[in-house]
């Protein structure tokens, strides 16, 4: 049961991560009769490592898990990755560049296979990650969004939708990505606001003395325009609809239409209309027959169709054609302009609106379903304050454009047919076209969006489509926790695509957390060089003190703003633990006391608990507040309300059990006393609250567990571990009201002794005279001497307020004198009394202030309880007691001499 001097959790952390993995303590095994937890981890790309982030969502849904498997439930966690496509092509790409290649040299089958070399080598990262953060999950499911099954899974659900109409090929515009080379979905591009202009352009009208001027922020595009357009009901402009006006630069002349996308009061009323480059102009287009001349390429460089400005990149095409309209007299005007920039969220490249042939999932039908599902109460979300938010994109989502110009990636299951031009989709590669039966056929080249697969993967991990065990018994997942910056990404994606091919939910509940952001509340970017390395954060202060700092900051829907004193704080606490741990484990060993426990256990009385008759009232006082304890964070972690539960645990742990128990408790510790009731009491009190740390703390009260003998655990077959062990739940009628206030009692006249005589600068090593006056409460004779050894005191007990000399404290409960006087410190003490003083004094009066105001409203004493207004009256009578008190207190320190 030794245990070493120093807490140092780099030691023993490594070594328990690995052990709960040798003996495979998680890997969820199917036992009849008992209730089914189940949840999935959101799949971190394959390319990246751990962020502080995914430490944050990965100790959320452990603290879960660990829970709800200590409550004896048939508990799955499965972990996994996602092949996340563009991330991973570039940096693969970028690994060939190294060498001198392209993936075009390569040809696709190549390339694929470096990719895949490079998961094998590099993948392995992510699992080592999650290993440390001691993320409890079944490691026998791992998964990978290109495994076979769920590529199986992926060609399943794309025939599907397109057997039901649901996806269509088509030529639309879509959010081009010069950078990576593809086309991106709306909640893939983000959007910056940034300082730009208006150019005021003048188009001259054909055969007319008249002119329109029209406002652009994207000059370049002009180039390729086929249209101005003009509300119908303007009467500006109403004779000009019909015309044509002739574009500048260019010469081509191009017709006025009219549509009611134009508003009339923005600028003069006068829209350009460049079908390949807007997406609201090319919808225009489709209204009024317009042609489409692309002007700038994939590669964010100017086509041929813009003549002299060919091969320019677009930001250098807008300064040439700027200069070239202020040299011809078409610039009429330039404004400044707040321009809304889309940027691919990725790269941070500008997005370059182009009108390409891509695939779509039609999503309207699918939302309905979703909605349906959460208005239901199918689904619920924890908090509920972006259910508003998922309804409104839900209501306003866009057709998804699912296909990617990649070659890592699942490849669409499509083969064009070169004889008949038409389309086969298949779940099996076909050998012939299935039309007319030709041989040349080749597929589809573009892969699907990687979100596309990480929607199916709730029930893509157990099997589907197969109806396996697996799927059966643990899908719909219980639980999806994740934070709320993905809800449309990932969230709302999972439930549309859950609901279309399963018929089920793929979770009951949602809980999202906020995200954590640096000391300043900034949130965190490479760029501003405020990124946090959780595993430099692991590696200084234990990953155990992490996860309760991050645990206690994550309040529902608040971001978190990561303080490093924060931490170290919590470091404090491990060792806290562990000092307190050492304390008993030394003391037992010296008393050959029996430190057999039970991990079966719930939280009983302390007279159950010792099996004796009468108790010290700190036990009976520890018993209740651990009962309480238990209640509070059993409630708060069925309510996702981790941040509570994590900061019950250690107010109890550090200023209750540490700070108050041990330190009366170890006074009562005699060698070889026989006081048996007291090791029972301390020892139950301590091995209960390490099960209740555990979810929260897993390597140190494992360490510290372990060191105890045990019975057996939930699962025979298995080690003993903390982690299957029962997690305490609270008792009925233990708390203890007369324990309360006696021990409550004793804490307040340690407390005031204390704080006397550090106001007053007494000698720590000397033991003073002292004498109490108790107002009603009584104390044991044993309560009386833990107060004398802890405060160094001898204390008398008198019959009335001692009136005369020495160093005076109260409150409402008693008065204690202490027979020494500031002048016996040389008067150092006495200012830091007289500033204590004040501010009692100064807080009493408010609350004398308030108290007062509010028995004299008629209204409320009226409508109050007579039992509350007695309460109060008397309450009052306390305050205004303990006032004059300290008022006559401060009156006998004398003022420091000028």
């Not at 866009?398 to 047919?417: E, F, K, M, T, V």
């Not at 170890?666 to 099960?691: C, I, M, P």
């Amino acid at each position: 049961m030794q245990l070493e001097k120093v807490y140092e959790p780099q030691r023993f952390e490594p070594h328990w991560a690995q052990w709960w993995i040798d003996h495979a303590l998680y890997r969820a095994e199917v036992i009849p009769g008992r209730p089914v937890f189940s949840l999935v981890i959101p799949p971190p790309n394959v390319t990246g490592s751990l962020h502080i982030g995914h430490m944050l969502d990965h100790t959320v849904m452990d603290v879960a898990v660990r829970w709800h498997r200590m409550n004896g439930e048939t508990t799955l966690w499965l972990p996994g990755m996602d092949h996340a496509g563009i991330a991973t092509q570039m940096v693969v790409e970028r690994q060939l560049a190294q060498q001198g290649l392209k993936r075009i040299q390569l040809g696709r089958e190549e390339f694929e296979r470096r990719v895949w070399q490079w998961k094998e080598e590099y993948g392995g990262r992510i699992q080592h990650q999650i290993r440390r953060e001691g993320a409890s999950v079944d490691w026998s499911r791992e998964r990978f969004t290109m495994d076979a099954g769920l590529s199986r899974a992926v060609r399943e659900t794309f025939v599907r939708l397109w057997e039901a109409g649901l996806i269509y090929r088509g030529d639309y515009m879509v959010n081009w990505c010069p950078g990576c080379q593809t086309a991106i979905s709306d909640v893939e591009t983000i959007h910056e606001a940034q300082p730009g202009h208006l150019w005021h352009i003048r188009y001259p009208v054909v055969n007319n003395e008249e002119s329109v001027v029209l406002a652009t922020t994207r000059p370049e595009t002009m180039l390729g325009d086929t249209a101005v357009a003009v509300h119908p009901d303007d009467d500006r402009y109403r004779h000009l609809i019909g015309k044509k006006v002739r574009l500048p630069l260019v010469g081509r002349e191009i017709p006025i239409v009219a549509d009611t996308m134009v508003d009339p009061k923005f600028g003069t009323g006068v829209v350009k209309i460049t079908p390949a480059h807007d997406p609201n102009d090319f919808e225009a287009s489709k209204r009024h027959n317009l042609p489409l001349i692309r002007v700038i390429g994939t590669d964010a460089r100017m086509t041929a169709e813009a003549g002299i400005y060919a091969n320019l990149s677009r930001f250098e095409a807008r300064k040439r054609i700027i200069a070239a309209l202020q040299e011809s007299g078409e610039l009429v005007d330039i404004e400044d302009y707040t321009v809304n920039i889309a940027k691919c969220d990725r790269s941070k490249d500008v997005i370059e609106p182009l009108v390409s042939t891509q695939w779509f999932i039609k999503m309207k039908p699918l939302a309905e379903k979703a909605m349906e599902a959460v208005q239901s109460g199918r689904i619920t979300f924890v908090p509920d304050d972006r259910v508003t938010l998922f309804y409104q994109w839900m209501t306003n989502i866009r057709d998804w454009c699912i296909s990617r110009q990649l070659w890592w990636g699942h490849r669409i299951p499509a083969w064009y047919c070169r004889a008949c031009k038409e389309l086969t989709v298949a779940r099996e590669t076909p050998a012939v076209c299935s039309h007319c039966q030709s041989t040349e056929i080749e597929q589809e080249t573009d892969v699907l969006d990687t979100w596309f697969s990480s929607g199916l993967w709730p029930f893509s991990t157990l099997g589907w489509p197969d109806q396996t065990e697996d799927l059966k018994t643990f899908y719909p997942t219980s639980l999806l926790i994740t934070g709320f910056d993905i809800l449309f990404f990932w969230v709302a994606r999972m439930i549309m695509l859950g609901l279309w091919c399963t018929g089920d939910v793929p979770f009951r509940q949602v809980h999202m957390h906020g995200l954590v952001r640096d000391a300043d509340r900034q949130k965190m970017s490479k760029t501003k060089g405020n990124v946090v390395d959780p595993l430099k954060l692991m590696d200084q202060y234990g990953t155990d003190a992490c996860r309760i700092a991050l645990l206690i900051s994550a309040a529902p829907g608040a971001d978190i703003a990561l303080k490093e004193d924060r931490i170290e704080a919590a470091r404090a606490f491990a060792n806290k633990l562990w000092n307190a741990s050492r304390l008993l484990f030394l003391n037992m060993e010296k008393s050959g006391v029996d430190a057999r426990v039970s991990p079966h256990a719930d939280v009983t009385s302390a007279e159950i608990a010792t099996g004796a008759n009468e108790v010290p009232v700190e036990d009976a006082w520890i018993f209740g507040r651990l009962n309480e304890c238990a209640s509070v964070v059993n409630r708060a972690l069925d309510q996702h309300r981790y941040h509570e539960a994590a900061q019950t645990l250690w107010d109890f742990v550090w200023h209750e059990f540490c700070d108050w128990y041990l330190e009366v408790k170890k006074l009562r510790f005699q060698d070889n006393s026989g006081l048996d009731h007291h090791w029972k009491a301390a020892l139950t009190v301590y091995e209960t609250a390490l099960r209740l740390l555990h979810p929260f703390m897993p390597f140190v009260t494992e360490e510290l567990w372990q060191r105890l003998a045990h019975e057996t655990s939930q699962r025979p077959e298995l080690p003993v571990s903390i982690s299957l062990a029962h997690y305490p739940q609270p008792g009925q009628n233990i708390a203890n009201t007369k324990a309360d206030r006696t021990f409550g009692l004793l804490r307040q006249i340690i407390t005031a002794a204390r704080e006397l005589r550090a106001d007053n600068k007494l000698d720590p090593k000397m033991t003073y005279e002292a004498s109490l006056y108790l107002h009603a409460a009584v104390l044991a004779p044993a309560d009386l001497a833990i107060i004398e050894t802890v405060t160094r005191l001898t204390i008398a007990l008198a019959s009335g307020i001692p009136q005369q000399g020495g160093l005076l404290r109260s409150n409402p409960d008693f008065d204690l004198r202490v027979e020494a006087s500031a002048e016996s410190s040389n008067g150092a003490g006495s200012e830091e009394a007289r500033t204590r003083l004040r501010k009692e004094i100064a807080n009493l009066q408010k609350v004398i202030g308030s108290s007062e105001r509010q028995l004299s409203d008629e209204t409320f004493l009226s409508r109050a309880p007579e039992k509350v207004v007695n309460g109060m009256r008397a309450k009052l009578a306390e305050y205004k007691a303990q006032l004059k008190k300290n008022e006559n207190l401060l009156e006998g320190y004398s003022e420091p001499e000028a």
